[in-house]
């Protein structure tokens, strides 16, 4: 202690002994501090980033412009309206740099071409991470309370999604994220309000339970209710993993609360024609493009048919053959909202069909199951548990109301900030984690989550994820003109017998009329102008494939004549372009001359036989419609408006508009319009 | 919009160096051996692709189908329970990236690659009885621009210039008199210009004295559309393309 306070007196005496040594050592000490803030400055890690990249360009070919654009010191992209106040560019040197497109060392690499300029957008809004951090621990991988580390490069197609909500062409994954957002259903559950106070609306039909004993058996429903994937690979209905006596409940309460609907019990009038045909079945169910919309597992395990409507592996386990044959009758008494045509089957052919369709089941499925009549205490507690499960969200069912706001909103799941997640032991601690662990196992998040489990590929997870990550609290928070808004479906009905007809045909099922509808089949909405009369009408008692190398899929309806007439005039009347010029390019007037220039014009100028079947015999093209009997078909003036442009007619049609001039379109018409029948290259003057 | 800072921090050196080695520690992380529990029980004398090789899948995605090598013996039978470990440029990841091959002596690994668009040389690797056996897989990662060209292509090109054909999807290649060439036919595409290929593009097979059975599409595609088409072409190429040098002006 004494010798500790000798050698401290003498440090002392050193240094502040005498006046002018106390001044020399406060000026040193004054010096050392002053010199800290540009130490600093010199050994921070984007100064390091910088030299980095000096001496990158320093070898390159433009090192002197690359120089010139470089800026030393910290770069900051603010802006007001976006939120970004982004000083990655500090260290990312290169973005903007062409010619460091061969640079594959971070962080000097050139962005990819993107349509946005990183000065208008800044980086942060696609990419995530600290925009406002100058060291890369910070703006990577910050995991404090209210900050997010960057996100994984296959989510990026959510910062897309902030601001387009409408379906951009780039974006094939965020675009299937919400279609599946839509199609599974989530939105019947999870609120998802858009920035612009439009809700998320699914597309998915979940069917009404409030006759659900007519249409099967509650052993049927037992088994769907404990694995809906055993019945159906490819159905959206997720799995609650109900144990034995919960799912009985359910099917009790199910059966017992529902009503009996006039017409489903009723005895079948005709008896099946399979005895005497047994191919009939298979034929008419063909005919009938129910495979358009109904898939079927084949011998191989591969579902074939479209998803629009429900899998038909094994609807012989599921249906019974009286509620069949009432549905296949007339959908629409069972179920108004179906997007099932009515078909005008005749009693003949519905047995057939109700035959056919009784054979597509699966004897193992369901064997095992009998379950005993169910007291009422079951069918109180199935009442119960179809509350707490809330399947009223998105089944209608007898005596049980529809729950509001039955799950978490998600309207701004995209900014939900991590100190609020508790996560699984393992797991990495970011959103987009959390967000794929919770779609992939919900009940791993503890015992009480009621979420189901989803039945998912990997690519429709990482979309569902994409589609979920882009509802953040900033695309909410910028101004409404930055947004891009999403395009609903109008709410078109066409009017009077024929919007009655077009309703029981389910034609928006398939087809597009003015902004409502499916994308199976082409937009009708100009349909008017583009054909004839006598081709309408004959199309629709017997349709035929138009184009060489698609699947024909539109069925037979067995319309009336008067039916037939009335839709051909309704069709022909209201859906007619303000665009076309019927008198403008009228046949009358065609020469044999122009004619065969217009010819001339079709093999060798524009060499439209790459694509097109003109003479079934030489034409070989195979991609747009067989033009053989198109002057039979198509209106002269609809030809020539089209040869002119056709994107204006039918927008994204993959016919090039080759800008023809209007001598060369009139001749091209008259050649076309020349060709009425089959076969030949048309009529020989 | 952009403003610079110079020096203007005050203090807390000591918590930007802790950073700094934090930054330093977590940069030096390397995974631990993902094959440490894998028992090799055979050895094979030779690798080779069964499938998923030369994918085309996007940056940072998962290829849509695995990628599955076989280990063969010196007579060509399979060899089960042979270690095949997958190795691959920066940012590709494999799960798993060791494993034994099965009973029919294949290994299958889910193949994510990285976020830089290109070609993406991938080996795998077996120990083999005398010296280790390695094969190159090539897959390629398409990015925003390449992707918007691929989905294009599919619309508008690939009816015509890809032969491959399906139910779904008829191929109009063998109808065509002159055939069009495959977009990954780098032999032919990798000797014409950009400035070439936009102008077969925007006016057709005959601005290059070409057949015409190639329409124009300049009225119909966008500047920016041309150019992600021919940036997917680039990217798909086969054997890869390599793009000229700049030409810099002498000082």
Redo the contacts between chains.
């Keep these: 202690m004494h010798l500790l306070r000798k050698y401290l007196s003498s440090a002392w005496q050193a240094l502040f002994g005498d006046p002018v040594r106390a001044f020399g050592v406060v000026s040193l000490i004054l010096l050392l501090a002053l010199a800290i803030a540009p130490a600093k400055e010199h050994f921070s890690q984007w100064h390091s980033f910088q030299r980095k990249y000096l001496a990158l360009i320093h070898d390159r070919g433009d090192a002197i412009s690359l120089r010139r654009r470089f800026e030393p010191g910290i770069h900051q992209i603010w802006l007001p309206e976006l939120g970004v106040v982004d000083r990655c560019t500090t260290c990312h040197l290169g973005l903007k740099e062409a010619s460091l497109a061969d640079v594959n060392q971070q962080p000097f690499r050139k962005h990819p071409v993107v349509p946005h300029p990183v000065d208008g957008f800044g980086c942060v809004i696609c990419h995530g991470g600290q925009g406002q951090a100058t060291t890369v621990a910070e703006a990577h991988h910050s995991e404090r309370a209210g900050e997010e580390p960057i996100l994984p490069t296959r989510y990026i197609e959510s910062g897309c999604g902030q601001c387009h909500q409408n379906s951009l062409p780039g974006t094939p994954q965020l675009n299937l994220g919400r279609s599946v957002l839509a199609r599974y259903g989530c939105v019947h559950c999870h609120a998802i309000t858009r920035p612009d106070g439009s809700k998320v609306e699914a597309t998915d039909h979940p069917p009404s339970l409030a006759h659900i004993a007519d249409k099967s058996t509650r052993e049927w429903i037992f088994s769907w209710l404990k694995d809906p994937q055993a019945y159906a690979a490819s159905t959206t209905m997720p799995n609650y993993k109900l144990n034995d006596s919960d799912a009985n409940d359910i099917s009790a309460y199910l059966v017992s609360s529902s009503k009996p609907q006039a017409g489903d019990s009723a005895a079948p009038s005709a008896k099946p024609a399979a005895a005497a045909d047994p191919a009939a079945g298979p034929s008419l169910y063909g005919e009938s493009f129910c495979v358009s919309c109904h898939a079927v597992q084949n011998a191989a395990g591969n579902l074939v048919g479209g998803d629009l409507g429900p899998e038909l592996t094994r609807i012989g386990n599921k249906a019974n053959p009286q509620w069949l044959a009432a549905w296949l009758e007339n959908p629409r008494v069972y179920d108004a909202t179906t997007p099932m045509p009515r078909y005008r089957f005749t009693p003949q052919q519905i047995a057939t069909l109700v035959a056919f369709l009784q054979a597509k089941s699966d004897s193992d499925y369901g064997s095992g199951v009998h379950l005993d009549a169910a007291s009422p205490q079951q069918i109180t507690h199935g009442r119960k548990l179809i509350v707490e499960l809330g399947c009223a969200a998105c089944h209608e069912i007898n005596g049980v109301q529809k729950p509001e706001n039955f799950a978490p909103d998600l309207s701004t799941i995209g900014s939900k900030p991590l100190a609020q997640i508790v996560f699984l032991p393992g797991m990495e601690h970011s959103l987009s984690s959390y967000i794929v662990a919770k779609i992939r196992q919900p009940r791993a998040f503890g015992p009480s989550v009621k979420m189901p489990q989803f039945t998912l590929t990997a690519s429709q997870t990482d979309a569902l994820t994409t589609a979920l990550l882009a509802l953040t609290a900033r695309s909410r928070a910028i101004p409404d003109k930055l947004r891009v808004a999403a395009v609903p479906d109008s709410k078109y009905q066409p009017a009077g017998h024929a919007g009655k007809l077009i309703a029981e045909l389910a034609c928006f099922s398939c087809h597009r009329f003015n902004g409502r509808g499916g994308d199976m089949a082409p937009d009708l909405t100009w349909e008017g102008s583009s054909v004839q009369r006598q081709w309408l009408g004959d199309f629709l008692h017997n349709p035929n494939t138009l184009r060489p190398s698609l699947i024909r899929r539109m069925p037979r309806f067995n319309l009336s004549d008067s039916d037939n007439k009335e839709l051909t005039d309704y069709i022909l009347t209201v859906y007619q372009s303000p665009a076309i010029d019927v008198d403008l390019a009228s046949v009358a007037t065609n020469s044999p001359d122009v004619v065969e220039h217009g010819k001339q014009l079709f093999y060798s100028k524009y060499a439209c036989q790459s694509c097109h079947i003109v003479d079934t015999k030489a034409d070989k093209g195979y991609i747009g419609p067989t033009l053989t009997q198109v002057g039979s078909r198509l209106t002269p003036a609809w030809v020539y408006a089209w040869l002119k442009n056709p994107q204006a007619l039918r927008p994204g049609t993959a016919e090039p508009n080759q800008n023809l001039s209007d001598e060369d379109a009139r001749a091209l018409t008259a050649f076309l319009t020349s060709q009425k029948g089959p076969g030949g290259r048309g009529a020989k003057q | 919009?952009?403003?610079?800072?110079?020096?203007?921090?005050?203090?807390g050196?000591s918590a930007?160096?802790a950073?700094?080695s934090?930054?330093a520690f977590?940069?030096c992380k390397r995974p631990a051996p993902a094959n440490a529990a894998l028992k090799a029980t055979a050895q094979g004398t030779a690798l080779v692709e069964s499938s998923g090789g030369h994918q085309v899948g996007?940056?940072?995605?998962?290829l849509?189908d695995p990628l599955v090598v076989q280990v063969n013996d010196d007579h060509g039978t399979a060899v089960p329970g042979a270690l095949v470990e997958f190795q691959g440029s920066a940012g590709v990841s494999f799960d798993p990236a060791a494993v034994l091959t099965d009973a029919s002596g294949q290994a299958t690994t889910a193949v994510?690659l990285g976020?830089?668009?290109g070609r993406y040389e991938l080996n795998a690797v077996t120990p083999g009885k005398a010296a280790p056996v390695s094969l190159a897989i090539v897959e390629v990662a398409l990015?925003?621009?390449e992707?918007?060209g691929a989905?294009l292509a599919d619309?508008?090109c690939s009816?015509?210039h890809d032969s491959e054909s399906s139910?779904?999807?008829?191929?109009?290649y063998d109808?065509?008199e002159v055939k069009p060439h495959p977009f990954t036919d780098g032999s032919t595409l990798n000797k014409m210009s950009d400035a070439d290929l936009t102008s077969i593009i925007l006016h057709g097979g005959p601005a290059l004295n070409r057949?015409?059975?190639?329409?124009?599409?300049?009225?119909?595609l966008s500047a920016?559309d041309v150019?992600?088409l021919i940036?997917y072409t680039r990217t798909v190429s086969d054997p890869p393309y390599q793009?000229p040098g700049?030409v810099?002006e002498r000082?």
């Design positions: 919009m952009m403003r610079r800072f110079t020096g203007s921090m005050t203090f050196t930007i160096l950073l700094l934090f930054a977590a940069g996007v940056t940072g995605t998962a849509k994510t976020a830089i668009a990015g925003y621009q992707r918007v989905i619309k508008y009816r015509c139910p779904e999807r008829v191929s109009n109808n065509l057949s015409a059975l190639m329409p124009p599409y300049g009225n119909t920016s150019k992600a940036a793009p700049t810099y000082k």
